[in-house]
């Protein structure tokens, strides 16, 4: 059974920082993102990473600000957000994929988390 679980979800003000994590078991996955929606908008891309090689993407509403990591040994992946501002409110969803390639697009990821809530108050 595939399981992604996340935690570090919470509220800041505005210039804080937080930690995503999630923990993927189940199954051999190339490629970890991170997306995230606010409430009638769809689902965006935020960060990527390939388990093997540890190739990173962001979005450029997220470089320079946020990183992605992981963790082999735990099978976890990390989303450190420093310099949060009011609009990176969303809840923010773990993904995992067999694949490689377009990775910046929802549909690429074959399972989800269930979502944990980034609250950034100005």
């Known amino acids: 059974q595939v399981q992604l679980v996340e935690s570090g979800g919470g509220l800041v003000q505005s210039g804080g920082s937080l930690r995503l994590s999630c923990a993927a078991s189940?199954?051999?996955?190339?490629?970890m993102g991170w997306f995230r929606q606010t409430p009638g908008k769809e689902r965006e891309f935020v960060a990527a990473?390939?388990?093997?090689?540890?190739?990173?993407y962001y979005a450029d509403s997220v470089k320079g600000r946020f990183t992605i990591s992981s963790d082999n040994a735990k099978d976890t992946v990390y989303l450190q957000m420093n310099s949060l501002k009011p609009e990176d409110t969303a809840v923010y969803y773990c993904?995992?994929?067999?694949?490689?390639?377009?990775?910046?697009?929802?549909?690429?990821?074959?399972?989800w988390g269930q979502g944990t809530q980034v609250t950034v108050s100005s």
């Open positions: 189940g199954r051999t996955f190339r490629t």
């Open positions: 993904a995992a994929t067999r694949g490689i390639v377009g990775v910046t697009m929802p549909i690429r990821y074959d399972y």
């Open positions: 990473i390939r388990w093997s090689g540890g190739s990173t």
